[in-house]
């Protein structure tokens, strides 16, 4: 029989991994543009109505699964119901495929926390990402390395191997609980200065003042809903595997709603601090906040570094920014390949050594094959933009689909939450999650369907979009399907008994 499985020493320390891989990129960079652009202040209320009726109920969900199942995603949903098993397959397809680019943006952090302390980039910050640091050329497949950019990346693969062979204690848990205080103390040292900056307060304004008429576009509401779910990393398997290394005896719900709120608090700050800095930068170049602001990598790699160079003690703020980009991206990272290694060690019976490796060595490959050419930005940024919206959005609808009305495994969930939680679950949990999630879910996914199939997304080249985006959704979809009727190894956890 299989070695006993591993789990968290305790509560706290899955509080800091779960808390670890929700706080990542989304809230730095996604977040305060999305609020920005979404009403401003008026955008608290759908994002907190999402945070409530999507949100909270989805972790519950991903909670109970994982920890009645006490398995990987593809175990735990094969012991809800033998039908569900594929969704776990989904599931890691998709955190592959997140791992594969997910790691390179953590390189770029590390250079960039170098690059602060002379200001690289001189005085024309894209210039400089694109062409010197990037060396991005045409969207086209090419095999032209760039050693500024894969050799942090293979630093970053390599420390990954050490940090997830120590296994879910001692690797996992240890990482957090070492990484995410030093996260907050970075973070709230950055954002604190940057309140100090002339023009902060102008900055503040722009973010908050609110638009009410928002409150009327649906794809407001469509906006706030595609911010919780990315940002609570729910729906895509992360959230099963880890609360399935919890002690059988745990309060559930009363988890779920401290990550939930961390996440958010986590948002808000990183909201103020990000338009603090860009109030700064627009009174530098003397033009309105609204024509500075930008999103992910263009928040990141193109306005801090032009703040860092205008603001006094820049080098400090550079080390803050880039460190917690860095330590963000890192927590969230490890709860990525977690996903896909406790999948691999269920189903193939291995050791988490050999697991490991299994799991790292194909992604690293792949990884460095990919990200460091001159067209590395443009498949990150695809494979980004597919995999958000088409696989974790229809493999978070699928599987509430699936196990609500297809298996009807709805009450039993209920009943685990119940048996273990502080506060209970009852019909307005099973409504909010079997009527209300799976209506906003599949409305957005049609919606940006209809949108990606008329208008190439960024105007990207066919072949590109095909490879990258339609490809790699449909092989996600149709190899989870295979590979869910595949047998289970005799020396696999499934051999054992399922929980009572
Ligand atoms: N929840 C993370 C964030 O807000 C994002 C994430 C994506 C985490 C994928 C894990 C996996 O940035
Ligand atoms: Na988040």
Request: hydrophobic content about 55%; some cysteine; aromatic content about 14%.
């Amino acid at each position: 029989t299989p070695a006993k499985r591993e789990g968290f020493s305790s509560r706290r320390v899955f509080l800091f991994a779960a808390i670890g891989s929700a706080v990542g990129l989304g809230n730095i960079w996604r977040f305060p543009a999305a609020a920005y652009k979404n009403g401003g202040g008026a955008f608290m209320i759908p994002y907190i109505v999402a945070l409530l009726t999507a949100g909270v109920t989805f972790l519950f969900f991903d909670y109970a699964i994982g920890h009645r199942g006490r398995a990987s995603s593809p175990l735990a949903f094969r012991r809800l119901n033998r039908k569900t098993e594929f969704i776990g397959w989904w599931h890691m397809g998709i955190n592959s495929v997140i791992a594969i680019y997910y790691a390179a943006i953590i390189a770029w952090s590390v250079r960039y926390m170098i690059f602060s302390f002379n200001q690289e980039w001189g005085d024309d910050a894209k210039t400089f990402f694109m062409k010197d640091f990037l060396k991005a050329g045409k969207p086209q497949l090419s095999l032209d390395f760039n050693p500024g950019i894969l050799i942090p990346l293979v630093l970053v693969w390599l420390s990954l191997i050490v940090i997830m062979a120590l296994g879910v204690q001692k690797g996992v848990g240890a990482a957090n609980v070492v990484f995410m205080p030093l996260l907050i103390l970075m973070f709230v040292g950055l954002v604190a200065y940057s309140l100090t900056l002339p023009g902060a307060m102008t900055g503040l304004n722009t973010l908050f003042s609110p638009d009410w008429g928002a409150l009327a576009n649906g794809q407001v509401w469509v906006a706030a809903y595609g911010q919780i779910f990315f940002s609570l990393s729910i729906g895509f398997g992360i959230m099963v595997t880890y609360a399935s290394y919890l002690k059988p005896k745990t309060d559930l719900t009363g988890s779920g709603t401290v990550v939930g709120f961390a996440n958010s608090g986590f948002e808000l700050l990183a909201g103020i601090g990000v338009f603090a800095a860009l109030g700064f930068m627009a009174q530098a170049q003397g033009v309105a906040v609204g024509k500075v602001v930008e999103e992910g990598t263009g928040l990141a790699f193109i306005a801090f570094p032009t703040i860092i160079s205008q603001a006094p003690a820049g080098a400090l703020i550079g080390f803050l920014f880039f460190g917690s980009l860095l330590f963000a991206g890192f927590t969230s990272f490890i709860s990525i390949l977690e996903v896909i290694i406790a999948g691999v060690q269920d189903k193939a019976g291995t050791s988490r050594l050999i697991s490991t490796m299994i799991v790292i060595i194909p992604l690293a490959i792949i990884s460095t094959l990919l990200m460091p050419t001159s067209s590395g930005l443009y498949v990150l940024d695809i494979l980004d933009n597919f995999v958000n919206n088409f696989g974790i959005l229809a493999a978070g609808l699928t599987s509430i689909v699936v196990v609500v009305y297809c298996v009807r495994a709805l009450p039993t969930l209920r009943d685990h939450l119940n048996s273990v939680s502080s506060f209970k679950v009852g019909w307005l949990w099973m409504i909010l999650l079997a009527v209300v999630t799976p209506l906003i879910l599949g409305y957005s996914l049609i919606s940006t369907f209809f949108t990606s199939l008329f208008k190439p997304y960024e105007g990207y080249p066919a072949e590109l979009l095909l490879i990258f985006g339609w490809g790699m959704v449909a092989f996600l979809i149709i190899g989870s399907i295979v590979i869910s009727f595949l047998p289970w190894s005799h020396k696999s956890r499934a051999a054992e008994e399922p929980p009572a």
